[in-house]
């Protein structure tokens, strides 16, 4: 039997950053997962990953403290200086914009490629002598009041004091703990797709609202690229999948009563589409529902929300700090296993994730509405917004955080 004071279970971004993070604090760790490569290896111009995030403040510091940032290929990232929010009436004043120069910060958000974090996270691991891959899967797992224990299907077994759930929204662990997760189910597919386009972005995020409930965004890459996320009801985003690169870019440019198009002029596709279904999950409980809790939810095995704020990676991330915070500031008289510790991990998170898959899942709801009185209200909220400087400056320190 292996000992160790950490099991990690998920080689997705959220369990690599929590092994490298929790490792730097002397900790013992047994990273277990059935595949560790991030697929997509992009090294030139020509080669983008469609999965692409917009990360926080919050998320580069993060990066940064664990000297992850530093270590990434900054022609690759793209700074966000301004965002660019529309309604589905087609009119200039439904406009909701925000400005980095207008809130006196250097920038609104980093896109990145979500290969590339894992990649830089991965060379950062191979420094830490604390963490031990295993490519394997876990087959069961038994938690006790003195330990947890993990199984794999290859007949290895690891003991530790905790075992952190970074198993993605299908969570096996979270399953078999019996933890009960709504799930709303919003009947649309995320289609995701990188551009060329034709005309400078000018690192200008946009995101329109469209007649039938979808939504468009567009997101800045290096060198003239787009990153696109199209929330689609189902039967669309099965018909965006199957166009070819001619069709799929004519589609896009003409998304928006046009818009698309004079504001970024010819597009074409540069990766195949890819798509995945959109849903709003949340665990009840973040860590087991026990007297002697040994295993913690992290990342989308915890929660699950829709892309339109594009902050489900940076509530993940969040999730990781918080960890990592409260384990290096516990009480020395404290283990990391002591209860008292876990459920101050459980109760600091409830919070932010309830408020932000809340918010997410009301402006969703509100947009998809095909109330005619709800669609002039919404648009000329969005205005009123618009010209609020406080209320912009709040929003924008919100989204910031």
């Given at each position: 039997?292996?000992?160790?004071?950490?099991?990690?279970?998920?080689?997705?971004?959220?369990?690599?950053?929590?092994?490298?993070?929790?490792?730097?604090?002397?900790?013992?760790?047994?990273?277990?997962?059935?595949?560790?490569?991030?697929?997509?290896?992009?090294?030139?111009?020509?080669?983008?990953?469609?999965?692409?995030?917009?990360?926080?403040?919050?998320?580069?510091?993060?990066?940064?403290?664990?000297?992850?940032?530093?270590?990434?290929?900054?022609?690759?990232?793209?700074?966000?200086?301004?965002?660019?929010?529309?309604?589905?009436?087609?009119?200039?004043?439904?406009?909701?914009?925000?400005?980095?120069?207008?809130?006196?910060?250097?920038?609104?958000?980093?896109?990145?490629?979500?290969?590339?974090?894992?990649?830089?996270?991965?060379?950062?691991?191979?420094?830490?002598?604390?963490?031990?891959?295993?490519?394997?899967?876990?087959?069961?797992?038994?938690?006790?009041?003195?330990?947890?224990?993990?199984?794999?299907?290859?007949g290895q077994s690891f003991t530790a004091k905790l075992l952190i759930a970074a198993d993605g929204a299908r969570s096996p662990i979270r399953e078999k703990l019996q933890i009960e997760t709504?799930?709303?189910?919003?009947?649309?597919?995320?289609?995701?797709?990188?551009?060329?386009?034709?005309?400078?972005?000018?690192?200008?995020?946009?995101?329109?609202?469209?007649?039938?409930?979808?939504?468009?965004a567009l997101l800045p890459l290096p060198n003239k690229k787009l990153s696109m996320v199209w929330s689609a009801q189902a039967a669309h985003a099965e018909q965006l999948q199957q166009c070819?690169?001619?069709?799929?870019?004519?589609?896009?440019?003409?998304?928006?009563?046009?818009?698309?198009?004079?504001?970024?002029?010819?597009?074409?596709?540069?990766?195949?589409?890819?798509?995945?279904?959109?849903?709003?999950?949340?665990?009840?409980?973040?860590?087991?529902?026990?007297?002697?809790?040994?295993?913690?939810?992290?990342?989308?095995?915890?929660?699950?929300?829709?892309?339109?704020?594009?902050?489900?990676?940076?509530?993940?991330?969040?999730?990781?700090?918080?960890?990592?915070?409260?384990?290096?500031?516990?009480?020395?008289?404290?283990?990391?296993?002591?209860?008292?510790?876990?459920?101050?991990?459980?109760?600091?998170?409830?919070?932010?994730?309830?408020?932000?898959?809340?918010?997410?899942?009301?402006?969703?709801?509100?947009?998809?509405?095909?109330?005619?009185?709800?669609?002039?209200?919404?648009?000329?909220?969005?205005?009123?917004?618009?010209?609020?400087?406080?209320?912009?400056?709040?929003?924008?320190?919100?989204?910031?955080?």
């Open positions: 039997m292996n000992s160790y004071d950490l099991i990690i279970v998920g080689a997705g971004i959220a369990g690599k950053a929590t092994a490298l993070r929790l490792a730097r604090l002397g900790l013992k760790i047994v990273h277990i997962a059935p595949n560790f490569d991030p697929g997509i290896h992009c090294n030139d111009d020509l080669t983008w990953d469609s999965r692409i995030y917009a990360l926080s403040s919050s998320s580069q510091q993060l990066l940064s403290d664990m000297n992850v940032w530093a270590a990434m290929d900054h022609g690759r990232t793209q700074i966000v200086s301004d965002m660019r929010i529309f309604g589905d009436s087609g009119q200039a004043q439904d406009e909701l914009h925000f400005s980095a120069y207008s809130a006196t910060v250097p920038q609104l958000a980093w896109i990145v490629e979500a290969s590339h974090i894992e990649r830089t996270l991965d060379a950062a691991s191979q420094f830490q002598g604390n963490i031990q891959r295993i490519t394997d899967k876990i087959s069961d797992f038994i938690s006790t009041k003195d330990a947890v224990t993990v199984h794999t299907e290859s709504p799930i709303n189910d919003y009947g649309q597919t995320a289609v995701v797709a990188n551009f060329e386009c034709e005309l400078d972005h000018q690192g200008t995020a946009c995101q329109w609202f469209l007649e039938n409930g979808e939504i468009l070819n690169p001619e069709t799929l870019s004519s589609a896009v440019m003409a998304a928006a009563f046009g818009s698309v198009r004079q504001r970024f002029g010819t597009l074409k596709v540069i990766t195949n589409p890819k798509n995945f279904p959109l849903r709003r999950m949340k665990a009840q409980r973040i860590i087991a529902p026990d007297q002697h809790p040994r295993i913690i939810l992290i990342g989308d095995a915890a929660h699950v929300m829709h892309p339109l704020a594009g902050q489900g990676l940076n509530l993940g991330l969040r999730d990781v700090a918080t960890l990592g915070q409260l384990i290096e500031t516990k009480e020395a008289f404290r283990s990391i296993d002591d209860p008292v510790l876990l459920r101050r991990y459980e109760r600091s998170r409830h919070g932010d994730t309830d408020a932000l898959l809340f918010t997410t899942d009301q402006l969703q709801k509100l947009f998809a509405s095909p109330s005619g009185l709800l669609k002039t209200v919404r648009n000329m909220g969005m205005g009123l917004v618009n010209r609020s400087r406080f209320l912009k400056r709040q929003l924008i320190k919100k989204a910031l955080s």
